[in-house]
């Protein structure tokens, strides 16, 4: 029997509500758009082959259906701010606490990497160190999202129409080169079966590299977060989650469907972007620079979002007694800035982490930060289960956004998650294997801390 939540009563330091649906919208279609596609398509195309098309389909299917879940708890419950809290509603205390705390560590030890990343791709224009870069863009990021909800919401907007203009400009000009409009020598749909057939690789390799293509397209559910500071939160949330599968289908399925149409797959390697190999392929002049720009564009919405996320979610884990009182303080703007500024100190030992320690200290906050979104997509699963039967045993009505054919395809979602994470266990890669038990260790220290305080705050356990 779960406990009743318990809130930190607030007085008016409340987030605003000063995003609008432009904001919202966009955040919504630019949330799954990053680095991982446009660069880390290339080690999922190296390991299946033109199949891979397939190993995107597979796990856009599963993000969909964890999003529908989201969307049918977001509907019923609007009064959730964060949609970690689904699962305290379902699960318990336990699970909001420790779900809230592993979301807000994946998110904080994001924000290093991608101001690093973001730093290297700079000294192709600025010939300065990386250390130093990446604190610049720290700098200007924490700048961001001190100001209100409503600037990260204007760059959000600009950072995702550029990806989203970008991708559409990139399918276009690779299926009029596959189609034989631009191309020299007529269609180029051969690349799908020439080079060693369409499953080049085998069919075991495409569900491994499910392993692989399912952290590219983590980050839908950011608007779950950020729609509490929008006019119509639950009404964002339903949108979202009805809409994701047209733009998984466009901006993964299409763009890769395209890169291996265009050029043979066995000319992809593992760490370039497929998307500079397939605009050199079309002709377009300066490919490799105006690659570097979106995919530059890609990350800074990513350290952009990743700021805004854990600020928010350490809000809503102080507002419920989960974390220090003092953080549910918001400024004149109505900005948690003790969260945000918490988050940029993180984010500035990250990256000096990463220029004293590359090899040790910083790869090992990364590793076990790196597998925590499957198990906190698990815990979203397991409480819309939960949530959807206590509403039937108590006779009430339907919820108003249903998960289809429940409950058997919510099962289906957590078995093809709990099968990925299987599949790393057994993966003859080492890191890959580093990674998911480095992550099992920061649950089980999420899960410890929470036995170590609940008695004081939710009493004996029911």
């Known amino acids: 029997m779960n406990d009743h939540v318990a809130t930190v009563v607030v007085d008016d330091h409340s987030l605003s509500r000063s995003l609008r649906p432009r904001h919202v919208s966009m955040i919504t279609i630019g949330g799954i758009i990053g680095a991982g596609l446009f660069v880390g398509s290339s080690a999922a195309i190296a390991a299946a082959g033109p ?9 856009g299917a599963v993000v969909f259906l964890v999003m529908r879940m989201l969307g049918e ?40 990497v991608e101001a690093i990343a973001g730093a290297k791709l700079l000294q192709q224009w600025i010939d300065w160190p ?40 990139f399918i276009l000009l690779t299926a009029a080169y596959a189609f034989g409009l631009t191309s020299p020598t007529g269609a180029t749909f051969a690349n799908l079966y020439a080079h060693g057939g369409f499953f080049a690789q085998g069919p075991v390799a495409v569900l491994a590299a499910v392993t692989t293509v399912i952290f590219s397209m983590m980050g839908a559910e950011i608007v779950a977060v950020a729609a509490a500071e929008s006019e119509e939160p639950a009404r964002a949330v339903a949108r979202m989650s009805s809409t994701i599968i047209v733009r998984i289908l466009v901006f993964y399925v299409a763009s890769i469907l395209m890169v291996v149409s265009v050029l043979p797959w066995t000319e992809v ?17 300066g490919a490799p620079t105006i690659m570097s720009a979106i995919i530059l564009t890609a990350v800074l919405s990513c350290l952009n979002s990743a700021f805004y996320v854990a600020s928010r979610v350490l809000f809503t884990l102080a507002e419920k007694g989960d974390a220090p009182r003092w953080l549910v303080k918001t400024n004149a703007r109505h900005v948690p800035a003790r969260s945000v500024l918490l988050g940029s100190l993180v984010g500035f030992a990250g990256v000096l982490a990463a220029r004293w320690s590359p090899g040790e200290v910083f ?27 206590r509403v039937e045993r108590a006779g009430g009505p339907p919820p108003a956004l249903r998960m289809w054919l429940f409950p058997w395809l919510s099962y289906l979602a957590i078995a093809a998650m709990l099968a990925v994470l299987a ?23 999420a899960l410890v801390a929470y036995r170590a305080l609940r008695h004081g705050r939710y009493g004996t356990p029911s």
């Open 51 to 59: 199949a891979c098309i397939i190993s995107y389909v597979l796990t």
């Open 73 to 112: 708890m977001a509907v019923a419950n609007p009064q959730v701010r964060s949609f970690t809290e689904f699962a305290r509603l379902g699960l318990g205390h336990w699970a909001g606490f420790s779900v809230g705390w592993l979301y807000w560590f994946f998110w904080v030890i994001v924000i290093p």
């Open 130 to 169: 990386t250390h130093w870069l990446g604190l610049v863009l720290m700098a200007a990021m924490t700048g961001v999202n001190l100001m209100s909800a409503r600037a990260y919401g204007e760059f959000e907007f600009w950072f995702s129409s550029i990806k989203v203009a970008a991708i559409i400009v």
């Open 269 to 285: 390697r593992p760490g370039e972007s497929p998307f500079t190999l397939a605009l050199e392929r079309v002709h377009v002049a």
């Open 363 to 389: 790869m090992f906050l990364v590793n076990s930060s790196g597998v925590l979104i499957v198990f906190v997509y698990i815990a979203i699963a397991a409480s819309q289960i939960s949530l959807r039967r």
């Open 423 to 445: 599949a790393m266990a057994a993966s003859p890669d080492a890191d890959t294997q580093k990674q998911l038990w480095s992550s099992v260790l920061s649950m089980v220290v």
